[in-house]
Every structure is written in structure tokens, then in C-alpha cells.
Nanobody, 123 residues
């Protein structure tokens, strides 16, 4: 069982930056591929990006590629989402997720989810 807690959300002006964190409880954090998702009001949840268990491979949605960077520190059971050049359309609740390492890459499903952190970008 893995519990995930996001933090770092807030209000930022367009063009600004934020860094989100996702801390995982439980053992063997490095046994999980991790992902970020977001959900804007009135919209379906949207994939943002994912990072392999080792941290060596990442994959992003086209909408954030070149602006967002995912990293992880397995020693601290933490994943990060560095968001630069933020736009109003990035406003959403951001969720982190985890799935046990498998042969599928990028993962097509996740088993554990955090409660989310709100990111609001003012234009």
C-alpha cells in the first residue's frame, strides 16, 4: 500500500513557475513508476507526465513538453513537478499517482492516487 501526498500548489501569474512535490509513504518507493495528472473545472482528468522507477526516463503530454519537468528522489520517497512558463490553461488540481513497475511504458493505469493540490495561474 502506498499513500501519496502532494504539496506546493498555489496562485502564480502567467509566465511564472511552481514546483510541486509528491511524498510517498510506505516501502520500496523505487518499485513504482510515478505520474502526474491534472483536472481543470468541468474537464476530465488529463495526463501530464510520468517518470520511470529509476528516474532515468520521462514522458510528457504535448501540452506541457518543454515547460514541465518531472524528477524524483528515491532516497526521500519524493517526486517533483517543476512547472515553468505557466499559462492560464494550466490551472487545475494536480494529482500524483503510482503504479508498480511493469513492462508497459509509459504506464496505462495507476493504482494509487494522492488527494491533489490546486494550481491557479492568473492571466
Amino acid at each position: 500500500q502506498v499513500q501519496l501526498v502532494e504539496s506546493g500548489g498555489g496562485l502564480v501569474q502567467a509566465g511564472g513557475s511552481l514546483r510541486l512535490s509528491c511524498v510517498a509513504s510506505g516501502r520500496f518507493f523505487s518499485n513504482y513508476d510515478m505520474g502526474w495528472f491534472r483536472q481543470a473545472p468541468g474537464k476530465e482528468r488529463e495526463f501530464v507526465g510520468t517518470i520511470r522507477w529509476s528516474g532515468g526516463i520521462t514522458y510528457y503530454a504535448d501540452s506541457v513538453k518543454g515547460r514541465f519537468t518531472i524528477s524524483r528522489d528515491n532516497a526521500k520517497n519524493t517526486m517533483f513537478l517543476q512547472m515553468n512558463s505557466l499559462k492560464a490553461e494550466d490551472t487545475a488540481v494536480y494529482y500524483c499517482a503510482a503504479v508498480g513497475v511493469g513492462r508497459t511504458w509509459p504506464p496505462n493505469a495507476y493504482d494509487y492516487w494522492g488527494q491533489g493540490t490546486q494550481v491557479t495561474v492568473s492571466s
